[in-house]
């Protein structure tokens, strides 16, 4: 077993003093959420030598270098788009740390005392990570403790770097490949530069251009033919540093046969400011392969007022390459101040097979604009939708989802379904679905309700005993049941008790 | 146990007035029945006393156990002891009947100071009760209320009365829709339960239930006053002559 030795599953380039510093990080991570590490930080702001600075850092080989400023020289020429139902300041590129990572052990505790009880309950609340943490962190015996319970092999990025990956061992037995992208980049060149941005191009759209010239971490999964994966692969992302932008980078690649569930999980502390996370996740699927990819967002959303909080602005892709090949991904979306989010399927293999369940809570002054899209280009291919969206307090949601069904792609299907609960009525849900349909074999059917809590419900529960606000998260968990039922269970149990915290205030 | 004194409500979105002085007090360990034409008030009643919005108490006290709980949120006079059993139960989409009977068990235990059921003991206490009452296992796994038939609707409200155990039951109608062997099965229920220091308030159209739960009080309400007081033959009177003969006493 790995128990995080030494420097064993440890990326390489991050010295002894960092990992230190980080299993430190467990103990009072549990307690408090501002981990004081000192950072190495590049300088603020953008231009090509941050770029080969990034990559300098990462010990990267030249080709990575060329392909970051040949990114980074098309970014340079673009603009950000604005066609998206959210509103925020406009970013300044130039006042953003792109790369941060713990540097020594000059950490400095904060007292219980220090930490908003808010926040102290969310996360005592969440719980589960935090068992992942521990392993993380070295503490003896965790992962012993982890391993009767549930087999979850964990990534874990702190701001820009990846800090190490557990369970390598085993997996590596089966052949599975699970480690950062920049290791990978270091140790499996070939793979990475067949199928990096072969998902989502390089000058797919803003957010993803900039990503591509300053990704600094993220996870690499290589699935062999034929395998599956013998245990959950989990990647959990964490935002520490002030100003910094978070730009992590995650390749799947799922070989012929072959099967993976993969879990994201992301949090960050409460920060007056707000922080920039910019991500793209490629999935590479092909013939009869499946990837399950499910998301739990709960990036700091900015408080009551609206003051500060994560700007979202995810890249997601699944390109179904092989002949019944499939795709599934489930999302709950509580955190972020805005988020800006469409994970899509590109169903290129002949019958194959995309679905996207989502749950996109939105409270306070929270803007989610999110959807998905889902490109038929093979024949008899199937997609199929389920969309919660959930309003309250002065909140925007917005579902955003495109079906195209192409010339070639006959006798395809897709059901949308599309629902968006309001709670209260100051806040806003917007549904807005493109359908292109270019042949005439292929059916496409969109569902779409909107509803208001029912306050005879709410009743029915309080007469029961149930608070006001328990009774809330009850009937809401209930209208999002179908969706908390396609992740995996332990993520399901989370996900249940983030939609309560994320709720919390929006009634009375 | 009850005690409502000169009650009088109007509805919040117009000023209508629904109960015009309600006095009514129901001793611990009794069983008081209430009759009455549709519309008379009963359900606002109901309502009222379990502190559902939408109304305005414009005169008037209700204590329960010596307590006023006029003041209280609807989840804290539940935990106090008060129980409702709706007349029409609302459906819950997703929410599994045994979630909502763990939720609901656990918050009132909490409420109160104790400690929270484990899953194991729970599991066993409601499978015996629901076994009572004839609900069976597939039931408590379905969403609550959802796709149940009227007269499982009523008999779920039944084993929610049964496992949180209040000391002051208000039954609104839960007779009405039920069949023979039901209205039985929920007789039986409510009899199971009658105890020294447990009350009842017995909202019904018919007799037929009054045959298995004998009330100790009948109070027959008309246009949101009780209009008569009496033991159980007022519910025979009713059942043989209608409500005629009793309104055109009062007038
Ligand atoms: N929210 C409301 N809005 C308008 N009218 C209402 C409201 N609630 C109650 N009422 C009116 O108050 C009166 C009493 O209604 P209630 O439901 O209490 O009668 P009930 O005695 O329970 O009748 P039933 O025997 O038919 O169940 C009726 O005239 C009803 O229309
Ligand atoms: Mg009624």
């Known amino acids: ?508 | 146990m009850l005690k409502i004194t000169n009650l009088k409500v109007e509805l919040e979105e117009e000023s209508k007035e629904i109960l015009k002085g309600i006095n009514l007090e129901i001793e611990s360990g009794s069983v008081h029945a209430i009759m009455g034409p549709n519309g008379s008030g009963k359900s606002t009643l109901s309502y009222v006393l379990s502190g559902k919005k939408g109304y305005k108490v414009t005169n008037g006290e209700v204590e329960l156990a010596g307590e006023p709980i006029l003041e209280l949120e609807p989840e804290e006079r539940a935990a106090s002891g008060l129980f409702l059993a709706f007349q029409y139960p609302v459906e819950i989409p997703g929410v599994g009947n045994m979630t909502f009977l763990r939720t609901a068990m656990n918050s009132q235990r909490k409420f109160r100071g104790e400690a929270e059921l484990s899953a194991a003991d729970f599991l066993k206490l409601v499978r015996e009760k629901a076994k009572e009452l004839k609900i069976d296992a597939e039931m408590l796994k379905r969403p609550v209320n959802v796709g149940f038939s009227g007269g499982e609707k009523k008999r779920n409200e039944i084993l929610q009365m049964a496992l949180l155990e209040p000391k002051m039951c208000v039954l609104d109608e839960t007779d009405s829709g039920l069949d023979v062997d039901a209205m039985k099965l929920v007789a039986d229920g409510v009899n199971a339960l009658r105890d020294k220091g447990r009350s009842f308030l017995v909202i019904t159209h018919y007799q037929r239930l009054l045959d298995h739960i004998k009330p100790d009080f009948v109070h027959i309400m008309a246009d949101g006053r009780i209009i008569k007081s009496g033991g159980p033959e007022l519910a025979l009177q009713v059942e043989n002559n209608g409500y005629s003969d009793l309104l055109a006493e009062v007038q």
């Open chain 1, 1 to 508: 077993m790995t128990s995080l030795e030494a420097n064993d599953s440890v990326k390489d380039g991050v010295d002894q003093e960092t990992v230190e510093a980080v299993r430190n990080v467990g103990g009072h991570y549990k307690y408090g959420w501002e981990t004081e590490i000192e950072m190495d930080y590049a300088p603020k702001g953008l231009d090509s030598d941050i770029v080969r600075l990034i990559s300098a850092k990462n010990n990267e080989p030249e080709w990575m270098t060329n392909w970051r400023l040949d990114a980074f020289s098309r970014w340079e020429k673009m603009e950000e788009p604005n066609w998206a139902m959210v509103d925020y300041p406009k970013i300044d590129y130039q006042d953003i740390y792109y790369y941060a990572s713990p540097k020594s052990m000059a950490e400095k505790p904060k007292s219980l005392d220090d930490v908003d009880p808010k926040l102290l309950e969310t996360y005592k609340k969440l719980g589960i990570p935090l068992k992942e943490q521990l392993i993380l962190a070295g503490v003896e015996g965790a992962e012993e403790a982890n391993l009767d319970e549930r087999k979850v092999a964990v990534d874990a990025v702190f701001d820009s770097v990846s800090i190490g990956t557990t369970f390598k061992d085993e997996l590596r037995k089966a052949g599975v490949i699970f480690c950062s992208i920049s290791e990978a980049i270091t140790d499996y060149p070939e793979l990475v530069k067949k199928y990096l941005g072969s998902v989502v191009p390089v000058t797919d759209n803003y957010f993803a251009t900039l990503n591509s010239a300053v990704f600094s971490d993220g996870s690499f999964v290589y699935i062999p033919e034929g395998v599956r994966c013998p245990m959950e692969l989990s990647t959990y992302f964490r935002i520490n540093a002030e100003n910094t932008g978070q730009f992590e980078r995650t390749l799947i690649i799922a070989e012929k046969g072959s099967y993976v569930s993969y879990l994201e999980g992301c949090t960050a502390p409460k920060r007056d400011t707000n922080q920039l996370h910019a991500a793209i996740v490629e999935l590479v699927i092909l013939e009869d392969a499946e990837v399950k990819y499910s998301t739990v967002q709960n990036w700091y959303p900015g408080d009551e007022n609206g003051l500060g909080g994560i700007y979202n602005f995810v890249t997601k892709r699944a390109d179904c390459r092989g002949d019944r090949s499939k795709v599934m991904w489930t999302q709950v979306e509580t955190g972020s101040a805005v988020t800006w989010k469409y994970p899509s399927c590109i169903l290129r293999g002949n019958e194959s097979q995309g679905e996207f369940y989502s749950i996109a809570i939105a409270n306070n002054f929270q803007q989610a604009d999110t959807g998905t899209k889902m490109i038929h280009l093979g024949k008899n291919t199937k997609s199929r939708i389920v969309s919660k969206g959930i309003s309250a307090g002065n909140a925007q949601n917005t579902y955003r989802g495109l079906v195209t069904m192409h010339p070639k792609a006959t006798s395809s299907r897709n059901y949308t379904q599309c629902d968006s609960l309001l709670i209260g009525n100051k806040c806003g849900a917007h549904t807005v679905p493109y359908i292109e349909v270019k042949n005439n074999s292929s059916r496409v059917e969109h569902e779409a309700t909107t509803s208001k809590v029912d306050d005879d419900q709410l009743f029915y529960c309080r007469q029961r005993g149930v608070n006001e606000e328990d009774a809330v998260a009850l009937v809401v968990n209930g209208f999002c049941k179908e969706v908390l039922q396609a992740l995996p269970m332990e993520f399901a149990m989370e996900a249940q008790q983030l939609v309560a915290i994320s709720l919390e205030g929006s009634v009375g």
